[in-house]
């Protein structure tokens, strides 16, 4: 039986990063290939979780990359395409997945599957970590600013995501990039990693793209008015818009 992969992508927030892999630590419950690629962190207690969690087991392969660049990945998955699973995952450093009785990637698995043209299936966030905006502007003292809206997604879709039973796919949205299964095969000559990029491409191929109820996950990153006050995100969006490295058939 061919290994189940997963990556891992990390930057800075060691908070974040250390949830996120104990979360993966405890729920992973059946054989999964980690690879963690950090996106040249400078925070050092990173490099201190990062080096934790190599001790539990939990990774095969560390990647310390040298430059904060979002084309890197995309280079990497046409690199070792042939390394990944036909189905594999992509988590990143902000999400904890809930522990269930079976593996969350098996559960992810059976629904990929069972829908051949499925090609990417994110997992449900739990909506109680939203912040309300009251208690932001309670704290500032004024009206927020787009963007400390944009830090709590004030605006997102997943505020009214409904609600997706166990057994079950819905597709109001595009499935958010945080905690993906990811179809290899449907990715070849995706210009984009970016979820909402991926999405458009992969409807316009003929693939489908759902949210399934039978994962959840707690995004922390609706936590970094609190834990990382100076999260950028207008940084944030200008490094990911940055145009990718190209969308021929020979890369991923």
């Not at 997706?164 to 990039?177: K, L, Q, V, W, Y």
Request: contains cysteine.
């Amino acid at each position: 039986m061919q290994p189940k992969t997963a990556i891992i992508v990390s930057h800075n927030r060691p908070i974040y990063l250390w949830a996120t892999l104990d979360a993966l630590w405890r729920a992973t419950k059946s054989d999964v290939q980690f690879t963690l690629i950090d996106q040249a962190s400078t925070d050092p207690l990173v490099h201190q979780v990062i080096d934790s969690f190599a001790k539990r087991g939990l990774l095969r392969e560390t990647i310390m990359s040298e430059t904060n660049d979002p084309a890197m990945l995309q280079r990497l998955l046409a690199a070792r395409f042939a390394e990944l699973s036909d189905i594999f995952f992509y988590i990143e450093n902000d999400a904890v997945i809930y522990e269930g009785e079976q593996c969350w990637t098996d559960r992810m698995l059976a629904f990929m599957q069972a829908e051949p043209r499925l090609a990417m299936l994110g997992s449900a966030i739990d909506k109680a970590d939203f912040v309300p905006r009251s208690q932001i502007e309670g704290i500032l003292g004024r009206e927020a600013s787009r963007e400390e809206l944009d830090a709590i997604k004030w605006f997102s879709p997943e505020r009214q995501l409904p609600d997706i039973g166990p057994d079950e796919t819905a597709s109001p949205f595009n499935p958010p990039g945080r905690l993906l299964a990811l179809r290899k095969q449907a990715l070849i000559g995706c210009p984009s990693m970016r979820d909402a990029a991926m999405h458009a491409y992969l409807c316009g191929q003929g693939w489908t793209t759902a949210i399934t109820g039978a994962v959840r996950h707690r995004h922390l990153s609706l936590y970094n008015f609190f834990d990382y006050p100076a999260y950028d995100m207008k940084n944030r969006d200008q490094f990911m818009d940055v145009a990718p490295v190209n969308s021929d058939a020979s890369a991923v």
